[in-house]
């Protein structure tokens, strides 16, 4: 594939270091696009997420399978606030 690259003067200086071991161009831009594609897959790699599980102190005669319920609860008491609240 051929296309127009407008390189860095940095980049370029260091293209031309490799180049002055007697590499040819082309080679010398593959290696070091291989070079940087491979270490950026690296870099990039996710770390694993651990969740800490915690203790809940409930209280005795609480249910917390029954929380959605309360929420629910809740919500509506709110709704019905605002609705008394926007009618008069």
Same mark, same amino acid.
């Given at each position: 594939? &051929?296309?127009?690259?407008?390189?860095? @003067?940095?980049? *370029? #200086? *260091?293209?031309?270091?490799?180049?002055?071991?007697?590499?040819?161009?082309? $080679?010398?831009?593959?290696?070091?696009?291989?070079?940087?594609?491979?270490?950026?897959?690296? #870099?990039? &790699?996710?770390?694993?997420?651990?969740?800490?599980?915690?203790?809940? /102190?409930?209280?005795?005669?609480?249910?917390?399978? &029954? $929380?959605?319920?309360?929420? @629910?609860?809740?919500?509506? @008491? #709110?709704?019905?606030?605002?609705?008394?609240? /926007? &009618?008069?």
């Amino acid at each position: 594939m &051929r296309t127009t690259l407008t390189i860095d @003067d940095d980049i *370029a #200086a *260091a293209i031309e270091e490799r180049r002055r071991e007697g590499e040819p161009l082309r $080679l010398v831009i593959n290696s070091l696009l291989r070079e940087g594609l491979r270490t950026g897959r690296q #870099a990039s &790699r996710p770390r694993k997420y651990r969740t800490k599980p915690h203790k809940l /102190r409930m209280r005795a005669g609480f249910d917390p399978v &029954r $929380l959605n319920q309360l929420v @629910d609860e809740l919500e509506m @008491d #709110a709704h019905r606030e605002r609705e008394v609240e /926007r &009618r008069g």
